[in-house]
């Protein structure tokens, strides 16, 4: 009987061990970063968080408040669902996160601190929903067999995009595409006599405007309800075009902006002379007419890339050159687009080559700061070459030329949150 009765009570004793031991464990699980003081310290806390339940990556900025946080940025760590956020300012009572790529629902966060004081638990807030503000839309999803260059939208939130062709004979594939806001493709909505439109635009009477690159540049007016198109020969390479105001159609070329009749395309006239630089990219905005420029020039007082601009008068005329940014000192990145938002900030697109990066695109605000826009997402295991872009909504298109690995090339949509300055005919 003793020996019976000894064996029930180390059963129960193991038992008992066992719960408490387990118990212990659900307690107290592992920390994510286990902290350098093993004795621990006060554990944060979290009493609020903002936005309460959703963030968009590269967008939001997330501030938690609570207690039991430091002032030193490097002992604080932030986790979306085990993903690392960027820890931007601390105190012992609020954190501002810039929230990871973990574009996942019922997200739980998590705080710990490590150093002296560091804790042996962390806070957590649950459920938390990080979203994504890029996409690649199309159905199906555009790739480097669709060789898209240049892109334009109208009010109603439809893209329209230049296919160039993929050889010579391949008379079918000079076509514009047509993107439907609900990401539906027309392959087929307009055919084009002319070859890599580089640039595109909406004009006057809803007329779409499409221009080529090669020597002797040629323009067409395609009328986006009929179908109908009429050509011009502008009489030098083209990379970009746009309306003032008034309805006057101004495009750069390899040194010179050129303004053109859009209701007589034979008729253009020369506008700026620009000898010695290629003019990449034109942005008609608040009355002037801005141009990303790359000096190709011998004079080595005047290399590398400027963004300037023109005071546009009521004639169409324009006012003397202005610099605005000294690109070459700031970037290495080639520019290629320009586009405004309502608030007077400028997005610069830029391209790589093969030995060159693309800079993704660069936000430049009304004040002059200086930002890489959604860095972690067109900056990161990417680095996307952004050749032209056009604003729909609150949405930014933008058609991807990656000279460096073509298996890059594709259409990307960017929500922004606001909408785009206001264009003529837009």
């Known amino acids: ?131 994504n503000p890029f996409s690649k839309p199309g159905d199906p999803i555009f790739a480097e067999v669709d060789m898209i260059y240049g892109i334009a939208a109208d009010n109603e939130g439809n893209v329209f995009l230049s296919s160039a062709i993929l050889n010579a004979s391949d008379v079918s594939s000079k076509k514009i595409i047509k993107l439907l806001p609900n990401g539906d493709r027309i392959d087929d909505w307009s055919k084009t006599a002319t070859n890599k439109g580089v640039a595109m635009r909406m004009g006057p009477n809803g007329n779409l405007f499409y221009m080529n690159y090669n020597a002797g540049g040629w323009i067409s007016k395609t009328d986006t309800l009929t179908g109908g198109t009429d050509y011009g020969q502008l009489g030098t390479a083209t990379f970009d075009l746009d309306f003032d105001s008034n309805g006057n159609l101004f495009y750069v070329g390899e040194d010179a902006i050129y303004k053109v009749d859009p209701s007589d395309l034979s008729v253009s006239e020369l506008a700026m002379d620009y000898t010695d630089y290629k003019l990449k990219a034109a942005r008609v905005y608040n009355g002037n007419l801005y141009v990303g420029s ?75 700061i200086h930002s890489y826009f959604y860095p972690q997402l067109l900056r990161g295991d990417i680095t996307y070459s952004v050749y032209k872009m056009t604003w729909t909504g609150n949405y930014m298109y933008c058609s991807i030329r990656d000279g460096a690995d073509a298996s890059n090339n594709t259409i990307i949509k960017l929500n922004m949150f606001s909408k785009s300055a206001e264009y003529h005919e837009r």
């Not at 009765?5 to 408490?20: A, E, K, Q, W």
């Not at 030995?355 to 936000?363: M, P, R, T």
């Open 294 to 368: 790359v000096y190709i020039g011998t004079d080595t007082l005047l290399t590398g890339q400027k963004i300037w601009k023109h005071s546009i008068a009521s004639d169409g005329s324009l006012g003397s050159q202005q610099e605005v940014v000294d690109w070459t000192s700031k970037y290495s990145s080639i520019i290629s687009a320009l586009e405004f938002d309502e608030y007077g900030n400028m997005f610069v697109g830029t391209v790589s080559t093969a030995d060159i990066e693309s800079d993704g695109i660069i936000k430049i605000s009304a004040s002059g």
């Open 1 to 131: 009987m003793k020996r019976n009765n000894l064996t029930i009570v180390l059963g129960v004793v193991i038992i008992l061990s066992t719960l408490i031991f387990t118990s212990c464990e659900e307690e107290y699980p592992d920390p994510l970063w286990p902290g350098d003081n093993p004795d621990g310290g006060p554990a944060p806390t979290i009493t609020s968080v903002t936005p309460s339940d959703t963030a968009w990556t590269d967008a939001d900025t997330v501030i938690i408040v609570g207690t039991n946080s430091s002032d030193d940025i490097g002992s604080m760590h932030v986790a979306f669902g085990g993903v690392r956020g960027q820890i931007v300012a601390s105190t012992t009572t609020q954190l501002s996160i810039l929230p990871p790529t973990n574009f996942k629902d019922s997200l739980t966060i998590k705080i710990d601190r490590s150093g002296e004081n560091g804790t042996l638990t962390f806070a957590e807030y649950y459920p938390y929903f990080l979203k």
